[in-house]
């Protein structure tokens, strides 16, 4: 049975009955049936993979039923498109873009777009079924989505920009709706890729039909049907779970240690979210870049500096901020191995997925990791950490923040009222801990790791629709 286990405590691995063990584990050489059943390729390294592995070892602890399990390992639909944009020099590019509608049950799909060269569609096909757990566990009332381009927004001008964004939309177009399938922004898209999608796609409906179209994407920008909080949504509920979580590690904010992986949207507002708490942002990494500073960045400043020049490397002494001169609070630059290492209470992965593999997880020196990306850990990483005692708050808790705003931005779109941003906040943290104690509740039930529990906490939920709403005819 050892070698069969992967993400549960090793404390509960002795205490598992038969019913009880993972049998989806792809990576120690057993299969779940439903791989062959489903003709899943044989890659332990593909993440599609790994994360109907996840979901299928969750399934088997909870006893689901056979034909949810076959729905949820496969998306219902996959989108593939390709489009022209004529670029700046006046030549046309062909781009690849996709769309991956997951699952329904519980409401329209929902998910964001990702603009990024490493584009493929088993990580999108992964990302949606990550939206369709996540949706769940916080209990609002929508599927799982995921869309993508493959392009490097870093290589384009705005107009370039704007001419692949309104492409891609009018391609997937007939496959979406404001009450089928509801995009948002993701790695690489921002509120301004939301603004230029809304509008491509208001404009090919009919007169009576436009204001409606608005809520076909959220995350749009405030003057144009977004939400307020939106923008900090993910990070705030990051601080959020982990907030309610550190009691359980005699943890207070004030004074905690913090690293965090990604300095964009995800990973600054939690640093500067943590850091006006009282906590202290000790170390930081991005792709330009590692520093460090035992007193705590200025994290405004930091965020700053990143949206000017596009990185956290670089970040010196002559730093404005609105507090005056950051001088003392600049940091020193360290290697990425140096920054695994930096001593912290909390490490926020937010930046890319499957960052933290065995190596990296070896090297982690920290008491809680609070996933702010999506898949941040291999499960070679995964479990290392398991190994070593660190406790994971799992991607489909912890960054669930976003999603929830959107829901909100959404509900506010349909019914014409505006929320201020204390309402927002307040929703939000209600529906943050809501489904962080549903996750401890679970955990505590099934005697599992946090990761496996979150998923089941999720799947019950979407099991309990499939019993009452039955598979058409
Ligand atoms: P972003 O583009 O704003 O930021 C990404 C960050 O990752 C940047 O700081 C970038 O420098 C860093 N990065 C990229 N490659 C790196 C590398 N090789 N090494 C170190 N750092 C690297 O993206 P974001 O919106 O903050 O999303 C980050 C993660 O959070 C993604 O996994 C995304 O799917 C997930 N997420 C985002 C939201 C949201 O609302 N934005 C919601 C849920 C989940």
Not at 267 to 281: N, T, Y
Not at 330 to 343: C, K, L, M, R, V
Request: with cysteine; net charge negative; aromatic share 6%.
């Amino acid at each position: 049975m050892g070698g069969r286990i992967t993400r549960f405590a090793r404390e509960t691995s002795q205490q598992m009955t038969t019913a009880q063990t993972p049998a989806s584990d792809v990576f120690s050489g057993t299969r779940d049936p439903i791989f062959d059943e489903l003709d899943f390729p044989a890659d332990p390294n593909n993440l599609y993979t790994q994360t109907v592995g996840t979901v299928l070892e969750a399934c088997d602890m909870l006893d689901v039923r056979h034909r949810v399990r076959i729905i949820c390992a496969q998306p219902k639909n996959e989108i593939m498109v390709h489009f022209p944009v004529r670029m700046d020099d006046g030549h046309h590019r062909l781009f690849k873009g996709y769309r991956v509608q997951h699952n329904n049950v519980l409401g329209p799909y929902k998910g964001g777009v990702r603009f990024h060269p490493e584009v493929h569609l088993d990580d999108v096909k992964s990302l949606a079924l990550l939206m369709t757990m996540k949706c769940s566990l916080v209990r609002i009332p929508f599927g799982g989505g995921k869309g993508g381009v493959k392009v490097s927004p870093r290589e384009h001008s705005t107009g370039e920009m704007q001419r692949i964004t309104r492409r891609f939309a009018s391609a997937i177009s007939p496959f979406i709706g404001p009450d089928y399938d509801i995009p948002a922004p993701d790695v690489g898209t921002n509120a301004q890729t939301m603004a230029w999608f809304a509008d491509t796609y208001m404009m090919s409906q009919t007169q009576a039909n436009t204001q409606d179209a608005l809520r076909i994407v959220t995350g749009k920008p405030v003057e144009f049907g977004g939400s307020l909080g939106r923008e900090k949504a993910t990070g705030q509920g990051v601080v959020d779970v982990v907030v309610e979580m550190l009691p359980e590690f005699n943890l207070s904010v004030e004074g905690m240690r913090v690293s965090v992986l990604g300095f964009g949207n995800v990973g600054s507002w939690a640093a500067r979210i943590l850091a006006d708490m009282g906590a202290k942002v000790v170390a930081v990494m991005d792709h330009t870049g590692a520093l460090r500073n035992d007193d705590g960045f200025d994290c405004d400043a930091l965020a700053m500096h990143c949206q000017k020049t596009g990185g956290v490397a670089g970040f010196g002494a002559d730093v404005e901020t609105g507090s005056g001169h950051a001088k003392n609070l600049s940091g020193e630059a360290i290697t990425s191995d140096e920054f695994y290492q930096t001593p912290v209470d909390v490490l926020i992965p937010a930046a890319l997925e499957q960052m933290i593999k065995e190596r990296e997880a070896s090297m982690i020196n920290a008491k809680i990791v609070a996933e702010g990306a999506n898949a941040p850990c291999d499960p070679s990483g995964d479990r290392e950490l398991q190994r070593r005692g660190i406790e994971v708050l799992p991607a489909i808790l912890a960054n669930s923040g976003g999603v929830t705003v959107s829901y909100f931005e959404w509900v506010q779109n349909k019914s014409c009222v505006i929320w201020d941003a204390e309402h927002v906040d307040t929703e939000l943290n209600r529906h943050m801990v809501m489904a962080a104690r549903r996750t401890r509740l679970a955990r505590q039930r099934y005697k599992c790791d946090m990761r496996t529990a979150a998923f089941a906490a999720a799947l019950e939920h979407i099991a309990k629709t499939y019993d009452v709403r039955g598979i058409f005819p």
